[in-house]
């Protein structure tokens, strides 16, 4: 099982980015796909999951929306209006079936990309 990460890198402030994460071997119909950020000296967060059947926005403000492509198995993040305080590893999670709030019920991760947000 692969799960991989891209799209990050750096911005300036209120500037906005796309993470992309790709699935091998998982589907949708099956396992439910978290973000998940952590920032250095911080807990790892949740950012949104969705799952077969339902569909979780964690604190994002509206700044953030997620969404997938089942043919492609890619679920995305776009972020906009990025903060400094979003400056962070954002990782790509999955589990079965149902969504979860902490990072350690998940059981497939990718490596993470990270998004830097200069002021």
């Known amino acids: 099982v692969q799960v991989v990460e891209s799209g990050g890198g750096l911005v300036q402030a209120v500037g906005s980015l796309r993470l992309s994460c790709s699935l091998s071997?998982?589907?949708?119909?099956?396992?439910?796909v978290g973000w998940f950020r952590q920032a250095p000296g911080k807990e790892r967060e949740r950012v949104s999951c969705?799952?077969?059947?339902?569909a979780y926005a964690d604190a994002l403000e509206g700044r953030f929306t997620f969404s997938r492509d089942n043919a492609k198995k890619t679920l995305y993040l776009q972020m906009n209006s990025l903060k400094p305080e979003d400056t962070a590893m954002y990782y790509c999670?999955?589990?079965?079936?149902?969504?979860?709030?902490?990072?350690?019920?998940?059981?497939?991760w990718g490596q993470g990309t990270q998004v830097t947000v200069s002021s």
């Open positions: 071997e998982l589907s949708f119909d099956d396992y439910a």
């Open positions: 969705i799952g077969p059947w339902t």
């Open positions: 999670a999955a589990r079965s079936r149902f969504c979860a709030q902490s990072w350690s019920d998940y059981d497939y």
